[in-house]
């Protein structure tokens, strides 16, 4: 029987068949590849971008970067913001657009988020060698440079032949769509396979619809999992991303509700619960709160759902310290549920936690317990007040800044960081007031994530007020996509604080005996050092030069007006503040361990040392 064909060129046929890939989950279907971002060099232009400007707006969006890295931070937060039920793809050219993925890339895949990646490549031919941007490696003639992409990518292949598309192709749609494996996925192109023509199957090219999975747990899991809940008597949920991805936020209420166990988030889990239930405790761990890490210290259960450990979750294995602490992980993924020795429930998040709230029906914690844990939230919600309060005449804090911020924002805002100090004292005190307003990407803590994602958020919920929160040395990283949401016309909020250098960075280095060097922004003294006045830079003018209204504000009356203005704003919008080093923010109410000097000669990093092993001597392998 003969078989219908269309013939196109291979990146033709791929841009046609990414336009007709849907993701359904319960019955509610989604573009998979909403749109392509790109900047085009002579790897693409005649390729991918001949295609994309054939098939129209209409079948395939187009956004212009002006940062290949900063184009897969958009991307990737465009998918988290959705659930992960709807992604982007990114073509750049060959040679350094193309490694410049590397880091979105190891992003997308740290934080298990789907984006589809299609770099240029060399020559599958080789008509001339070298060509412009090849890197030749005398032993291995096949590498490229996007081999760099294959340890940070979930799926990697590179069509030397137009046919090996149709596999390839329907592979990553699977990769991209899977809730358990999905994460960067890399087709790289070379640019002359790119623009070869073939008769393509019109099967290949038909909508396709990818059903989006919840598996349930396994029957003896489940039973044993319940056995153990209803044994415990400190149990602790930590809430993870997956609950987010899952959509699961309704059914940890409902389990909560029945049983009165207490819930402490990890920075990508935050929000799991809105921050006035009486069960959320706030984050946990090394930037967690003082009931949520005091709670875990005395846990007898600890019961993760969603959650991949991280060592700020676990305080470097410092946190858990119940003798015969047990774990319970609630996880779609084997390789996360079987963390820390645990029982394992591998499983759907939402799924699992409904089967759970069904089969613990009558089981409850300990009236005391619930006091207990229900008197530590108060107390701290005392420290979060005392960390806001300002009088509007000063020059504001960091932590006041934030409550300041807290005093603006409705349900519907969205608040975007990823490094720095801000995510510690975020973590610590932010009240999260829906599931998608807390968008911290602390997998990877990337600087320069905060402003491209907060275009990915728009572009993912138009309409929705979004604030990237930016320090200095962030800024100085990556501010390109500004000119980007000026483009589009996006009113995305960029709140820019200055603090003269590496703040965060600045605070470990004192604490491990660093002190602090390196991480000023100050002209050289007379000693050769970094210890001059402060350099003279304005970013505020800059970010004005690139299109954003500005506004400055160097007291906290200013700072509240501001971000009223800004927040009312239908144009980009930048609020600038210089703030107060002073520090407001609660200490850390658990340990990380970043290791120090055995040997120095210098008594802050002796001093650092004795505590770093007397730290040390806490942490315990779970097994």
């Not at 068949?17 to 359904?24: A, P």
């Not at 596999?167 to 790289?188: C, N, Y």
């Not at 210890?531 to 970013?539: A, M, N, Q």
């Amino acid at each position: 029987m003969s078989r219908t064909t269309v013939r196109l060129t291979v990146a033709q046929a791929l841009v046609r068949f990414l336009s007709v890939q849907y993701s359904e989950r319960d019955s509610v279907r989604h573009r998979l590849i909403a749109g392509t971002w790109g900047i085009f060099g002579h790897g693409n232009v005649a390729g991918v971008g001949q295609a994309l400007l054939e098939a129209g707006e209409s079948a395939m969006p187009f956004h212009q970067g002006r940062n290949e890295q900063a184009m897969v931070h958009a991307a990737v937060a465009h998918a988290r913001h959705l659930n992960r039920l709807s992604a982007q793809a990114v073509t750049t050219s060959i040679g350094p657009g193309a490694t410049n993925l590397v880091t979105g890339a190891a992003l997308a895949t740290v934080n298990r988020l789907p984006v589809l990646l299609l770099p240029g490549d060399t020559f599958a031919t080789r008509p001339a060698d070298p060509l412009l941007q090849q890197l030749e490696h005398p032993a291995e003639a096949d590498v490229s440079v996007n081999d760099t992409l294959r340890p940070v990518s979930r799926h990697f292949d590179r069509i030397t032949r137009p046919e090996a598309l149709i596999p390839s192709a329907l592979a990553a749609m699977r990769v991209l769509t899977d809730p358990a494996e999905t994460g960067a996925v890399t087709l790289a192109l070379p640019q002359d396979v790119q623009a070869e023509a073939f008769d393509w199957p019109e099967e290949f090219l038909a909508e396709r619809v990818w059903r989006v999975r919840r598996p349930a747990p396994d029957p003896v899991e489940l039973a044993e999992a319940v056995r153990a809940i209803r044994s415990a008597a400190r149990p602790l949920i930590v809430a993870g991303g997956g609950v987010h991805h899952s959509e699961a936020e309704e059914a940890l209420r409902a389990l909560v509700e029945t049983t009165g166990i207490p819930v402490a988030s990890t920075q990508a889990g935050k929000g799991s619960l809105r921050h006035d239930h009486p069960a959320d405790l706030g984050g946990i761990g090394h930037t967690g709160t003082a009931v949520a890490d005091d709670l875990a210290r005395a846990a007898d259960l600890v019961i993760g759902v969603g959650t991949r450990y991280t060592d700020f979750t676990t305080a470097s294995n410092t946190l858990f310290q119940r003798p015969g602490v047990r774990f319970l992980n609630l996880n779609i993924t084997a390789f996360d549920a079987h963390k820390l020795a645990a029982r394992t429930l591998v499983c759907d998040a939402r799924t699992g936690l409904e089967r759970l709230t069904a089969e613990l029906a009558g089981h409850r914690v300990a009236r005391a317990y619930e006091e207990e844990y229900r008197a530590g939230k108060e107390r701290w919600e005392r420290v979060v007040e005392e960390a806001y309060r300002a009088d509007d005449s000063a020059v504001p804090t960091q932590t006041q800044l934030l409550g300041a911020l807290d005093a603006v924002v409705g349900d519907e805002d969205v608040v975007i960081n990823a490094a720095g100090s801000l995510p510690g004292d975020l973590h610590k005190l932010w009240r999260a007031r829906s599931p998608r307003q807390y968008h911290l990407e602390y997998g990877y803590s990337c600087m320069g994530y905060e402003i491209p994602a907060a275009i990915g958020v728009q572009q993912a919920a138009p309409g929705t007020p979004v604030w990237a929160l930016v320090g200095d040395g962030t800024y100085l990283m990556m501010p390109t996509e500004i000119v980007t949401a000026v483009q589009e016309g996006l009113p995305v909020n960029l709140v820019l604080v200055q603090n003269h250098g590496y703040a965060s960075i600045g605070g470990l280095s004192e604490s491990v005996g660093g002190e602090r060097f390196g991480t000023a922004y100050r002209h050289r003294a007379a000693d050769g050092t970094f210890s001059g006045t402060p350099l003279p830079v304005d970013l505020a003018a800059n970010a004005g030069s690139l299109g954003m209204e500005v506004l400055r504000a160097k007291t906290v009356g200013e700072l509240r007006e501001a971000l009223a203005t800004a927040r009312d704003s239908t144009r980009p919008t930048c609020v600038y503040v210089e703030t107060d080093p002073a520090p407001t923010a609660p200490p850390a109410q658990a340990w990380w361990d970043v290791p120090v000097a055995e040997t120095a000669s210098r008594p802050a990093a002796v001093e650092s040392r004795r505590e770093y092993d007397r730290q040390a001597a806490a942490r315990r392998r779970h097994l």
